[in-house]
């Protein structure tokens, strides 16, 4: 339960200090370059900014168009949102962990939002139920995927999405972003909340940025120290760092 946690506590006391400035900063207000948020869910930049601009690509006939698959908060100057940081996470679930093509994506995202009604299904929790059983199921027949080829890519999809939390609006609240490539999926140091440190990595047990965590890291400061100074496990320290450091 939410209750339960300390961290809800620290995310109710910062909004409870700084209403005015966390009511201006919402899911979908612009608050991240295509670099930073490249760097937060794991992705390179240049497939991010393709996702959100579209590209042009030389064909035999000549030049073909790549339409982008992720709407921006602001194109002027170009800006993502906090929801768009959920959209990335979740197309990369599918797109870059499996390599598949792009135009099967999108046009398994058109089936479900048509067949189901639902408007932006990335970001939607019917992603876990039926919604997302119909995005799958038609994703695979597009790509071809054997048996085994769509219970792995469902496992996975899956995982991603338990890194997100939904408000009782069914709309992402929080994201739990992958420390590393490497860490194992049940790990959820990290958090990123738009209404906590204007949306930027947190560890999730006390709200403290893991870019300051890194900066003291970097100065020379021991990890047992720091971990004492915002009463921190150590291994908290650790994976804050490991999550700024693994970009």
């Known amino acids: 339960?939410?209750?339960?946690?300390?961290?809800?506590?620290?995310?109710?006391?910062?909004?409870?200090?700084?209403?005015?400035?966390?009511?201006?900063?919402?899911r979908d207000a612009p608050a991240y370059t295509i670099p930073e948020a490249a760097r937060y869910v794991r992705l390179p930049v240049a497939t991010l900014r393709?996702?959100?601009?579209?590209?042009?690509?030389?064909?035999?006939?000549?030049?073909?168009?790549?339409p982008p698959l992720i709407r921006p908060a602001s194109r002027q100057p170009l800006w993502l949102s906090f929801s768009n940081?959920?959209?990335?996470?979740?197309?990369?679930?599918?797109?870059?962990?499996?390599?598949?093509?792009?135009?099967?994506?999108?046009?398994?995202?058109?089936?479900?939002?048509?067949?189901l009604g639902i408007d932006r299904l990335l970001l939607r929790q019917e992603l876990?139920?039926?919604?997302?059983?119909?995005?799958?199921?038609?994703?695979?027949?597009?790509?071809?995927?054997?048996?085994?080829?769509?219970?792995?890519?469902r496992r996975l999809f899956e995982e991603?999405?338990?890194?997100?939390?939904?408000?009782?609006?069914?709309?992402?609240?929080?994201l739990y972003?992958?420390?590393?490539?490497?860490?194992?999926?049940?790990?959820?140091?990290?958090?990123?909340?738009?209404?906590v440190a204007f949306g930027r990595p947190v560890v999730a047990s006390r709200g403290i940025a893991t870019s300051t965590i890194a900066e003291r890291v970097d100065a020379g400061e021991k990890v047992a120290d720091i971990a004492a100074d915002y009463d921190l496990a150590q291994s908290e320290v650790e994976q804050a760092v490991i999550y700024e450091r693994a970009a």
């Open 50 to 66: 393709s996702w959100v601009l579209g590209r042009h690509y030389p064909t035999a006939e000549g030049k073909a168009e790549f």
């Open 160 to 174: 991603h999405l338990k890194r997100i939390e939904w408000d009782s609006s069914h709309f992402p609240v929080r």
């Open 128 to 153: 876990r139920t039926d919604a997302g059983k119909v995005f799958l199921d038609r994703y695979g027949e597009l790509i071809d995927l054997t048996a085994s080829g769509q219970l792995a890519m």
């Open 1 to 26: 339960m939410e209750a339960d946690n300390p961290a809800f506590f620290f995310y109710d006391s910062c909004m409870s200090a700084s209403h005015t400035r966390s009511a201006a900063f919402g």
């Open 177 to 195: 972003p992958f420390p590393s490539a490497a860490a194992p999926s049940g790990e959820r140091p990290i958090v990123i909340d738009p209404r």
């Open 85 to 115: 940081l959920i959209e990335a996470h979740v197309l990369r679930s599918l797109r870059t962990e499996h390599g598949v093509p792009v135009k099967a994506l999108r046009s398994a995202l058109a089936y479900a939002e048509k067949t």
